[in-house]
C-alpha cells in the first residue's frame, strides 16, 4: 500500500493506453471509487490528436483534501500501463517519482523503473477468459483500476461500486469480475 | 441530492435537465459536444422532457433557440470559440430582444492555428453584447451557476440572456465529486418562466421593425444597460437563496478568499482560480500576505464589490487569460475604469497568460505574485502596467 494516500497527501496516476482502449474511463472508474471511500478526486484526459490505437494518456489526482489546481501532472506517484507494447516508443516512467509505483498489463515481468516498485497483472489474460473483447481487442481498463486500487489502498467494493454505476448489465459483471481478479492477482515484480 | 463524479460539462445538462428546459437547438463543436450529447441521451431515453434540434450551423442554433424561448419555454444552447463567433449576429438580437435564455460557453481559444484548450477570448469578446456572463471556476459551480442564471436572467427587473463560462477540458472534461441536486429542490427554487412578451400563434406581435421614434430606440439600447446593472443585486439575492436551500452560498457578484487581511489581491477568473487559492497559501507562508478576489460575473461588472474589495490594499494584481489587442486585459480594463472615479491610490497592475491553452498554474502565480510585491515596495506603484507572462 502506499502510506502517502492514507497519510493525507495527493496521489497521482497517470495512465498510458491507446485510443480507444479506455484510459480515460480508467481514470474516472479510480476517481469514481475514490470518492466513494470519501476522498476527494478529480480526472482529466490529456487532447492531443487522438486517433484510435495512437498512444493517449489519462490522469487522476486523488486527495484527502479537497483539490484545487487545473495542473497537468509531470510528476506522477504511479504510472499505469494498459497496452505494454507501447513502453517500445513512450517513455512510460518519464517523471515517475522516487519510491512510486509502475502497474504493467503483462504476462511477465519486466524491467523495473529506476528508485520505484513495479507491479505487473496479466490485464489481457483475465480480458480474454472472461470474454472481455470488442472488436478484436481485449478490454483491460477495468482490469488495470482493480490491480491500482489494490496499490493505492482502495478497497475492492469501491471499485465495483463505481463499475456497477458506470456500466450495466452483462457487461458491468463481467468488468467487475475482471477488476477484482486483477485486484488479487497483481503481483510486485521488484523495484529499481 | 445525489453527490456523483462529473465532467463539467455533464454537469451543465444535469441543470438543464433540472431547470426543466423544453427546447435545445444546438451544433457541435469541440470541446462542447459532450454536453449536448448528453442532452440529447437524456432526451432520446425520456429521462428529460427536451426537444433537441440539430441545426445546421450555430447561427442558427442560437436562432432556434431564440425562437423556443420567445414562444414561452425555456431555451438552451452551448457552443465554443468558432461556433460563439458564427452565432454573434443573433448573440447581440437575443439580448436587445430582451428574451432571457441561458448558453454554456465551453471557453476555447479563437484560430489560426486550430486550438482547443483554453483561454477566454471567445466569451471575453461578447462583453458589449448585453448578455450576463458568469464565470465558473470548478464543476459544483458550473451546475449551480446554470440553474441560478434562469431565476436570474428571467427576473423582470433584469429580462435578458445569460451565459455560463467554463473552461474548455480542465473543467468540461474534467470528473470530479459533485452535488446534483433533486428535482423537487430546483422545482421549489425555479419559479414559472417570466418574459416581457410572448409571441403566440393566432396572437400577432411586431418585434424589431425599423423603429418610427429614434431617441424611443435609444432608450431602449440604454435599458438593455440598465437592465444588466439591476442583475448585480438580483445575482446577490439568488446566490444567498440557493445558499439557503443547498449550504453553497458563493459570495454573489465576486468571492473573496483571504482578502480580508490581504495587502495584495490576485483578481481573476475561471478555473485557474482555483491555483490562484493555492499560490495565495504559499505566498503567506513567505510572509507576503495576497489574497484572491474571483470575479464571478463578468456582466455585469461588480464595480461596487470590487471597489470594496480593493481599497486600502497595497497592490492588485489583474489576471486575464485574454488580451484586447492593442490595448490591455478585458478584466483589468474595466477593473481599472470603474475603480477611477473613487479614486483609490492602490496600484493595479495586468499580467496576460495562459493563452492558447499554455498552463499558469500555482508555481507561476507564486512567482507572478512576489515579483509584483517586490515591484510594488520597491516603486512604491507599478514600473509595467501591462505584462505579458511567457511561463517558465
Given amino acids: 500500500m502506499m502510506s502517502s494516500l492514507l497519510g493525507g497527501e495527493t496521489v497521482e496516476v497517470r495512465f498510458h493506453g491507446r485510443g480507444g482502449q479506455g484510459a480515460v474511463t480508467a481514470a474516472n472508474l479510480l476517481v469514481d471509487a475514490a470518492v466513494r471511500k470519501g476522498l476527494w478526486g478529480v480526472a482529466f484526459p490529456f487532447f492531443g490528436a487522438e486517433r484510435r490505437g495512437a498512444p493517449v494518456t489519462a490522469y487522476a489526482r486523488i486527495s484527502s483534501k479537497r483539490i484545487y489546481t487545473r495542473s497537468m501532472i509531470r510528476r506522477p506517484d504511479s504510472v499505469v500501463v494498459l497496452d505494454p507494447a507501447i513502453m517500445n516508443y513512450v517513455n512510460a516512467f518519464a517523471g515517475l517519482k522516487e519510491g512510486g509505483a509502475a502497474v504493467i498489463n503483462s504476462p511477465k515481468p519486466q524491467q523495473p523503473p529506476a528508485k520505484a516498485r513495479l507491479y505487473v497483472v496479466n490485464a489481457t489474460r483475465i480480458a480474454l477468459d472472461l470474454g472481455l473483447v470488442l472488436a478484436g481487442w481485449p478490454l483491460v481498463n477495468v482490469a488495470m483500476v482493480g490491480a ?3 496499490i493505492l489502498g482502495i478497497e475492492l467494493d469501491y471499485i465495483l461500486e463505481a463499475v456497477r454505476s458506470a456500466l450495466s448489465g452483462r457487461i458491468a459483471e463481467l468488468n467487475a469480475k475482471a477488476a477484482e481478479r486483477a485486484y488479487n492477482e497483481v503481483v510486485e515484480v521488484g523495484a529499481g | 441530492m445525489k453527490r456523483l463524479t462529473l465532467t463539467g460539462n455533464h454537469c451543465v445538462a444535469y441543470a438543464v435537465k433540472l431547470s426543466r428546459v423544453k427546447v435545445v437547438p444546438a451544433y457541435p463543436i469541440t470541446p462542447q459536444t459532450t454536453m449536448v450529447e448528453k442532452i440529447s441521451e437524456m432526451a432520446d431515453s425520456g429521462e ?14 442560437l436562432a432556434a433557440a431564440y425562437g423556443a424561448a420567445t414562444a414561452g419555454v425555456r431555451a438552451f444552447t452551448a457552443t465554443s470559440s468558432h461556433g460563439l463567433l458564427y452565432m454573434v449576429e443573433m448573440v447581440w438580437w437575443v439580448a436587445h430582444a430582451r428574451i432571457p435564455m441561458v448558453m454554456a460557453i465551453v471557453t476555447r481559444t479563437i484560430g489560426p492555428p486550430w486550438n482547443i484548450w483554453t483561454d477566454h477570448h471567445d466569451i471575453m469578446s461578447q462583453r458589449d453584447t448585453g448578455w450576463l456572463i458568469a464565470m465558473a471556476e470548478n464543476n459544483q459551480e458550473v451546475l449551480d451557476e446554470t440553474i441560478k442564471l434562469f431565476k436570474i436572467t428571467e427576473d423582470p427587473d433584469v429580462s435578458l440572456p445569460g451565459m455560463i463560462g467554463l473552461d474548455a477540458f480542465i473543467l468540461s472534461h474534467t470528473v470530479e465529486p459533485v452535488e446534483v441536486p433533486d428535482q423537487e429542490l430546483v422545482d421549489s427554487f425555479l419559479p414559472e418562466r417570466r418574459q416581457p412578451y410572448v409571441i403566440r400563434s393566432g396572437d400577432p406581435l411586431i418585434m424589431g421593425n425599423v423603429p418610427a421614434d429614434l431617441l424611443a430606440n435609444a432608450k431602449m439600447r440604454w435599458d438593455v444597460h440598465l437592465g444588466l446593472k439591476n442583475a448585480e443585486d438580483v445575482i446577490e439575492k439568488v446566490d444567498e437563496e ?11 457578484l465576486v468571492e473573496c478568499y483571504r482578502c ?15 491555483d490562484m487559492r493555492i499560490a495565495v497559501d504559499m505566498l503567506r507562508e513567505t510572509g507576503l500576505r495576497f489574497g484572491v478576489l474571483k470575479l464571478r460575473y463578468a456582466r455585469p461588472f461588480p464595480s461596487r464589490r470590487i471597489l470594496e474589495a480593493v481599497s486600502g490594499k497595497r497592490g492588485v494584481l489583474v489576471l486575464d487569460r ?8 478585458p478584466i483589468f480594463l474595466d477593473l481599472a475604469s470603474h ?43 507599478v514600473s509595467s502596467p501591462l505584462e505579458f507572462y511567457p511561463g517558465r
Fill in chain 2, 260 to 274: 480580508e487581511d490581504a495587502d495584495y489581491l490576485f483578481v481573476g477568473a475561471g478555473a485557474w482560480v482555483g
Fill in chain 2, 322 to 329: 485574454a488580451v484586447s489587442a492593442g490595448s490591455a486585459g
Fill in chain 2, 242 to 252: 440557493w445558499g439557503k436551500l443547498t449550504g453553497r452560498y458563493y459570495g454573489g
Fill in chain 2, 48 to 61: 428529460a422532457d427536451i426537444q433537441v434540434i440539430r441545426v445546421e450551423s450555430e447561427h442558427s442554433a
Fill in chain 2, 339 to 381: 475603480i477611477y472615479s473613487a479614486r483609490p491610490s492602490v496600484p493595479v497592475k495586468n499580467v496576460v497568460a495562459g493563452l492558447a491553452g499554455y498552463e499558469a498554474n500555482y508555481e507561476d502565480f507564486a512567482r507572478i505574485g512576489e515579483s509584483f510585491a517586490k515591484e510594488v515596495s520597491e516603486s512604491g506603484w
Fill in chain 1, 148 to 150: 491500482l486500487s489494490r
